[in-house]
C-alpha cells in the first residue's frame, strides 16, 4: 500500500477515534446536568495530567540521550518553588526557564 494512503488512513481513524471519544462525554451527557462530585474530580485533572507530561521531560530528557540532567533538575526545583510560594503560572514559567538556562550557563 502506498505510503501516503497509510498516512491518511491513519489520520482519518485518529479523528473519527477523537471525536466519537468527544460525542460519548458531550453528546450523550451534555444535557444533563452533571453531579458535583463528579465535577469535584475534574477539577483535578490538569493538575493530575501536567505532572505527567513534564516528568519524563525533567527525569529522562531526549536532548541529553535519556540521561538525568542536573540543569533540568535545578529549573524543576525554581519552578516549582516560586509556583507554590507565589501561586503562580507565569512565574514559575520564567522561573524554570532562568534557572534552566541559568543552570546551563554556570555547569557548562
Known sequence: MNTHVEIW????????????????????????PIPEWILRH???????????LIAPLILWPSATHGETDPS????????????????????????GMAGLYGAQYLLS
Open 72 to 95: 533540568r533538575l535545578i529549573a524543576a526545583a525554581a519552578a516549582f518553588l516560586i509556583g507554590w510560594y507565589f501561586k503562580s503560572v507565569v512565574g514559575a514559567v520564567f522561573a
Open 42 to 52: 475534574l477539577r483535578y485533572v490538569a493538575t493530575a495530567v501536567l505532572p505527567a
Open 9 to 32: 488512513i491513519i489520520i482519518i481513524g485518529l479523528g473519527l477515534g477523537t471525536y466519537l471519544l468527544r460525542l460519548s462525554f458531550l453528546g450523550f451527557v451534555g444535557d444533563r
